[in-house]
């Protein structure tokens, strides 16, 4: 079985330090959780950036410098931003960190409910998406929600319309709205991606560390987070992503699986090497 990539979602759109005080929004406090997850073992950071008072922002200019701040603090981490941003975002506004030409990007695969919102990916969307990031040698990382977003996914990806295989993508399930955290649902989907593709399980809440044992023993890949959960334990709030990705290396030696590095991140993943 390969090596466990983890990722860590240090921040997201919607938690704050109200739900958390260890929430990151400033350039600082990004590098803090970014340099935590990193050192316990994350090989990926999954990055939204906030404005200093914890707004949502797509912003170039706020991606490059929280970016480089990161990378100037730990080299080799891959960094993933997030195309999704903040729900009520116009697509221009979301593709902004592309500009930055990073290794990896996500690439969100439908519309859907988000809790009490709908989160907006019209195929028009999806397909400017992919082009962009053809055109600036960017990987996706595909972000599917809901069974019919796996579907659409390689639909597009058949049309040339998106990256093709191989291919990675990430099963959020749990939001509310979606597709809830099941073990059968994981299955079915991790059952239809394309031979030599990989994938990542994200469960949102409670499920976080459900999702993650079931991911680890079928030989995937796990991301945790404060964008996705912000608890280490029933009502015991988790200090830094660290403890976060720290409780997926213990569950990791618990069932044999080694801990990849960002080189060997790289490697699976089918990246080109630092």
């Known amino acids: 079985m390969e090596k466990l990539i983890i990722?860590?979602?240090i921040c997201g759109a919607e938690v704050t330090k109200e739900h958390n005080p260890a929430v990151p929004y400033t350039v600082e406090e990004l590098v803090r959780e970014a340099v935590s997850a990193y050192d316990a073992g994350a090989a990926i950071v999954h990055v939204h950036v906030r404005e200093d008072d914890g707004t949502?922002?797509?912003?170039?200019?706020?991606?490059?410098?929280?970016?480089?701040?990161?990378?100037?603090?730990?080299?080799?981490?891959?960094?993933?931003?997030?195309?999704?941003?903040?729900?009520?975002?116009?697509?221009?506004?979301?593709?902004?960190?592309?500009?930055?030409?990073?290794?990896?990007?996500?690439?969100?695969?439908?519309?859907?409910?988000?809790?009490d919102e709908v989160f907006e990916n019209t195929l028009p969307m999806m397909r400017d998406f992919g082009k962009r990031m053809i055109e600036n040698n960017i990987k996706p990382e595909y972000e599917c929600f809901e069974m019919g977003h796996l579907e659409t996914a390689l639909h597009l990806a058949a049309k040339g319309y998106v990256p093709g295989p191989p291919m990675q993508f990430n099963f959020v399930l749990g939001v509310p709205g979606c597709a809830a955290a099941t073990v059968e649902n994981l299955v079915w989907m991790v059952n239809r991606i394309p031979a030599g593709s990989t994938w990542t399980a994200t469960g949102i809440g409670r499920s976080e560390f459900i999702l993650a044992a079931h991911a680890i023993a079928m030989g995937g890949h796990v991301r945790v987070g404060f964008e996705d959960n912000l608890y280490l334990s029933r009502s015991v709030l988790a200090k830094s992503n660290g403890?976060?990705?720290?409780?997926?290396?213990?569950?990791?030696?618990?069932?044999?699986?080694?801990i990849a590095t960002p080189a060997e991140a790289r490697a699976i993943l089918g990246l080109n090497p630092l």
Do not use: H, W, Y
């Open 7 to 9: 990722t860590a979602a």
């Open 56 to 115: 949502p922002t797509q912003s170039k200019e706020r991606f490059r410098v929280c970016m480089e701040a990161i990378k100037a603090a730990r080299p080799d981490v891959i960094l993933l931003p997030s195309t999704g941003g903040a729900v009520g975002m116009t697509a221009e506004e979301r593709l902004q960190p592309t500009e930055l030409f990073p290794e990896m990007a996500t690439l969100d695969c439908g519309t859907c409910n988000f809790g």
């Open 243 to 258: 403890e976060l990705v720290n409780k997926v290396v213990q569950m990791a030696k618990l069932l044999n699986r080694e």
